[in-house]
Every structure is written in C-alpha cells, then in structure tokens.
C-alpha cells in the first residue's frame, strides 16, 4: 500500500505528469521570489519581474547581457574577479545602495527560494497520501544555527494538528538562521 502511495507521488515518469510537476514548481519559486523581492529595497520597482525570474533560475542575469569592465567593477567597489553583468546591476536600486549588500541579498533570495519550493513541494506532496503523521526539527549543532534552531532540536510536531504551512510560519516567526539552518524530517 505504501510503494502504491509512493508511487503516484513520484508518477509514472510520463511527460505530463512531469510538466504538471515542473510548472507547479514554477509557480512555488514565483510565488517565495515575489514575497521576498516586495519586502527588499534592493530591486527597482520596474524590474520586479526580471528579477523574479533571475533568482528563480528561469534566466542567469550573470550570463546574459554584457559583462561590467575591469574599472567598472572597480568604481563599483566589486571584486574584479566576480563575473558581472549590466543586466544584473540594472535591476538593483543603486540610490542608496551598498551594491555588495544588494548582491548577497539576490544570492539569498535565490538559495531561499529554491530551499522553501523544494521543502513546500516535498511536504505538501507525502502530507497528502498521508504518508507522515510527525515532522520532527533538527538543529545543527554548529555556530550557523540561531538560539531558536537549537532550542528545538528534536521537537516533534503531530501533523493532524499541525499543518506543514503552520510549522514553516512558527519557524519564519522565529528563526532568524540565514538561510533556515533547521530541519523537517517526518516520521512514518
């Protein structure tokens, strides 16, 4: 009964199952992107989409468009060995910006982003069949994981009480990890 569960969560490998997977990914990573770029006062207000796009993997900005010179990398006060685009630079809001900040804040979103859709889509799919009734946190235990992460290492939520969705909100409310350095592990 479990491998026929398993099973249909995964699909038969047929391309119209892995299309529905694919866009439904697709609308996951918009979604995560859009939330944190309207939060960040890095991205241009016009340039909302591309950035979305660029952060969820759709288009590589460091790739397309010409690449920043050597001296405009340095009057930009970046690194001269970091690959650098125009089409980058031009979706960040330069007034009042440390470009170096704005830059660790797209690779963030982007490593949040897929990190969050990978999670959600995992969660929300094994949930449905009801293959888990726990999801148990872990904490490494390093000095990357905040006071909250290690504070509930090896706590354990009972699922028919707590949705995934719950949990992620507790743990966003609290975590202050960058990114989220805890863990959901579930208990068949």
């Not at 939060?39 to 979305?52: D, M, V």
């Not at 001269?80 to 830059?103: F, P, Q, S, Y």
């Not at 982003?113 to 990978?118: L, V």
Request: charged share 35%.
């Amino acid at each position: 009964m479990i491998i026929e569960k398993i099973k249909k969560i995964l699909g038969s490998g047929g391309s119209n199952n892995t299309q529905n997977k694919t866009t439904n990914e697709e609308k996951i990573k918009n979604r995560i992107a859009k939330g944190m770029i309207e939060e960040s006062s890095f991205i241009k207000k016009g340039e909302h989409r591309k950035a979305i796009k660029h952060i969820t993997g759709e288009i590589d900005l460091l790739k397309s468009g010409q690449p920043l010179t050597l001296n405009e990398k340095k009057d930009f006060n970046l690194n001269t060995r970091r690959k650098m685009t125009h089409d980058l630079i031009n979706i960040i809001e330069m007034e009042g910006t440390d470009l170096n900040e704005a830059l660790k804040e797209i690779d963030r979103m982007s490593l949040v982003t897929r990190s969050k859709a990978q999670r959600e889509i995992h969660f929300k799919g094994i949930s449905e069949e009801g293959l888990f009734k726990k999801v148990e946190l872990m904490a490494p235990n390093d000095h990357r994981a905040c006071r909250w992460c290690k504070s509930r290492n090896k706590k354990i939520f009972t699922v028919k009480t707590s949705s995934i969705d719950e949990i992620e909100e507790v743990i966003n409310e609290n975590c202050t990890c960058e990114p989220w350095r805890i863990a959901m592990v579930t208990k068949v």
